[in-house]
């Protein structure tokens, strides 16, 4: 059986997987919404240059509030704001698909926080929400309508999420953050005899003598002779200090280099 951070951590990503293709399924639904916008327009305009008014064109193409078969509404400068929204919707679609893939993790840190490693997933539900309402909010082809809703759905799943992990979501759906945690994980049981360490390994002797502590540095470099500790060096004290510690300093064992000659018996006296 999995531990409860592995469910959580399929759950998150599986509501990234659906982030992402309701991401893609927008961007691609406002693209051809957006060629269809066009080529409404240049029929209209085609229209009108026949008719000798480019203003009003055919009455056929357009209706009293948008150009027929467009989201383009029939007024001042109403063919710019259509396509600049469209853009705009595209924009902010692709820097969210960015952020749901977490690259650069960076460039989101620093000029876009709310979409950072430090937040979670309310803001990204919002501005996917928003997104999603902008769009239905047109009379739009049904797979431009069903894109849309389906973000605007996501949207809320990611709100939801944002409320019960808070900044921690991102962490716990993170591929990186949960190798580090598996990496870091370490057993401390084997075979029901406890292998944590009971405490770090002691200095030693020598190290001891040559470093000590900053308050014996301090106190011998002010001539004080309070010091709790005091170097013996390396003769009969130290290897007495040392024994009293429990320290122990082996003698290497002699011996030749081998390009030495061998030794040979001296002149025997008689």
Known sequence: MLPPRAYFFIGLNIIRALSIIALILVFASNVVTLVHDVEAVNRFLAAGNKTGDTNSGNSTLVNDDYILGSTVPNQAAGVFWAVLNRLLILAQVIVLFM????WPSSFFNRFF???????GLGALGVIQCLIGAAVLSHHVDDFTLVSAFFL?????LNILVGLIFRQGAKSKRS?????DHAKSALPTHVAGVDVRPVMSSPPT???NIFNGSEKDRNSSASGSTSSGFAGHGFGRQGEKAAAMQGYFISKPVESLPRYAPKPTAGPSSE
């Open 99 to 102: 952020s749901e893939l977490g």
């Open 113 to 119: 926080p709310v979409l950072g490693d430090d937040f």
């Open 152 to 156: 605007f759905s996501v949207g809320c």
């Open 175 to 179: 591929v990186t953050s949960w190798r």
């Open 205 to 207: 002797f020598v190290s």
